[in-house]
């Protein structure tokens, strides 16, 4: 039962030439040509698979401001905005509602480090409630037990996974882009070294700029053209169930963390707790991910084969005139851990006790991309033309407009919606010690 997904159909012929072509169809890819398109610009978005099938449709829907990283938090914040906007402008609903998020512990460290982070947010003007014992039980009511603390941010909320990268992407076609789904950018044609245009399994498209939205391909895409991006995926698993329970609508725990559904059920799954299945290019980085591992061991554990299986690290070589290993694959769709998947459910079970006998809908896994840092990457590379916009680190879900927005501001030479410097893919060439961000 793999993660739900909106299909939407895409027909029209590829383009022989484009203002900027975007490659990569998840949330990143269909922000920036949409923001793109909404300009004026024309553009086209190709993608490998189906629109929103990676891990755009296979996370949990936060779109949080709440324990971000300094370096994240103004994107965080203008990408809530932009959610809010998105339905109106598209006539066509992403699933956001800005309902809160809920942290509930009995963990006074952990209770003592979201209070230090809501100082710093209030410096930045972001509000976030921290809760006193009597409030997280009144709050947390639907667990039916005590709780020593928690906060609840109010700003935040969750768009529908399952609808927000197809809706966007209609919202592409609405403002005259050109969308394309089973069609796989293989490579860049250059000339005199910068971007001259995209060969694409259904032809080439001229064009001086291209965005680079792969997600956990993203890499080995940079390698057929000698740029090196240090990036490196997890296997996360999840699972829904139906609806029939109430509770909060969205509410995290160290155990386990719940997330209503656009369809009234429920997401669950274990923050953090992921397996790293072993590949070449995982190897190749693997010096550069030390600082992440060393502070994020406790919850990640060896996984198998299923990186080597999926191809989307691989550190061959291809040519452009045949299929590649994304042809080969077109959505990423790795089996679940099927025990972390029944641990997640006798947990979620345990923190809301209405959850008993509500069947499973569906189990699934995503391979979630990350940099060293555990920031994005966004900015031109040293091919000049090529912007790249990958490297999410399990934020990308509820920053994707923000950072589509940042992309077309910067190619349209306006003024960036937030400062673009802390994103340069330049930082990835130094140590990532003492950088690592911490959520
Ligand atoms: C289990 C899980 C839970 C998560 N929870 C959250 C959350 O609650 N909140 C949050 O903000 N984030 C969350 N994330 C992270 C978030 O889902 C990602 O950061 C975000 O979706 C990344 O978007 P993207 O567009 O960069 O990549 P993707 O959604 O992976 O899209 C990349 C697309 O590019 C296509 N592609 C790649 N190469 C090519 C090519 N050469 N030609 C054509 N197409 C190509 C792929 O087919 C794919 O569709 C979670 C992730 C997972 C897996």
Do not use: W
């Given at each position: 039962m793999p993660a739900p997904l909106l299909h939407i159909e895409t027909g029209q012929d590829l383009p022989a030439s484009a203002d900027a072509v975007v490659i990569g169809g998840g949330i990143v890819g269909v922000s920036a040509a949409y923001y793109l398109a909404r300009r004026g610009l024309k553009v086209a978005l190709v993608e490998k698979g189906r629109i929103g099938a990676e891990q755009s449709s296979r996370n949990w829907g936060w779109c949080r401001q709440?324990?971000?990283?300094?370096?994240?938090?103004?994107?965080?914040t203008r990408s809530l905005d932009l959610w809010q906007a998105l339905a109106g402008e598209i006539?066509?609903?992403?699933?956001?509602?800005?309902?809160g998020l809920l942290y509930l512990s009995n963990d006074e460290a952990e209770i003592a480090g979201w209070a230090r982070w809501r100082d710093f947010a209030r410096t930045q003007g972001v509000t976030t409630h921290m809760l006193s014992a009597a409030e997280a039980g009144e709050r947390g009511q639907a667990t039916g037990r005590a709780w020593k603390g928690g906060v609840f941010s109010p700003s935040d909320g969750i768009a529908d996974p399952e609808r927000a990268a197809p809706v966007i992407a209609r919202g592409v076609a609405k403002f005259g882009g050109s969308v394309h789904q089973l069609c796989a950018a293989r490579g860049l044609e250059l000339e005199a070294g910068r971007v001259a245009g995209v060969v694409t399994e259904a032809g080439t498209v001229r064009t001086r700029t291209v965005v680079l939205a792969g997600g956990a391909w993203a890499s080995s895409f940079c390698h057929q053209l000698g740029i090196r991006f240090p990036q490196a995926s997890i296997r996360s698993s999840i699972l829904s169930i139906g609806p029939g329970a109430d509770g909060p609508d969205a509410l995290h725990t160290a155990r386990v963390s719940l997330t209503r559904?656009?369809?009234?059920?429920?997401?669950?799954?274990?923050?953090?707790?992921?397996?790293?299945?072993?590949?070449?290019?995982?190897?190749?980085?693997?010096?550069?991910?030390?600082?992440?591992?060393?502070?994020?061991?406790?919850?990640?554990?060896?996984?198998?084969l299923e990186g080597l299986r999926s191809g989307h690290e691989t550190l061959a070589r291809w040519r452009l005139d045949r299929p590649t290993p994304m042809e080969r694959m077109r959505v990423l769709d790795p089996a679940p851990d099927r025990r972390m998947i029944r641990d997640t459910l006798v947990r979620a079970r345990e923190l809301l006790p209405a959850l008993a006998g509500i069947p499973v809908t569906a189990e699934w896994a995503g391979y979630i991309d990350s940099t060293p840092d555990g920031v994005p990457a966004i900015g031109e590379t040293t091919v000049p033309g090529l912007i790249l916009a990958a490297g999410f680190s399990g934020h990308g879900?509820?920053?994707?407009?923000?950072?589509?927005?940042?992309?077309?501001?910067?190619?349209?030479?306006?003024?960036?919606?937030?400062?673009?410097?802390?994103?340069?893919?330049?930082r990835l060439d130094r140590s990532s010690w003492g950088k690592v961000s911490d959520f």
């Open positions: 709440q324990n971000r990283d300094a370096r994240e938090l103004p994107i965080a006539g066509l609903d992403p699933g956001f509602r800005r309902c559904r656009g369809d009234g059920g429920y997401t669950l799954a274990v923050s953090g707790n992921a397996r790293v299945d072993p590949t070449p290019q995982q190897l190749r980085f693997a010096r550069y991910f030390l600082p992440m591992f060393a502070k994020r061991f406790r919850v990640l554990a060896p996984g198998g879900f509820g920053i994707g407009p923000g950072a589509g927005h940042m992309i077309a501001d910067i190619i349209t030479g306006a003024a960036p919606i937030v400062d673009p410097a802390p994103y340069r893919p330049a």
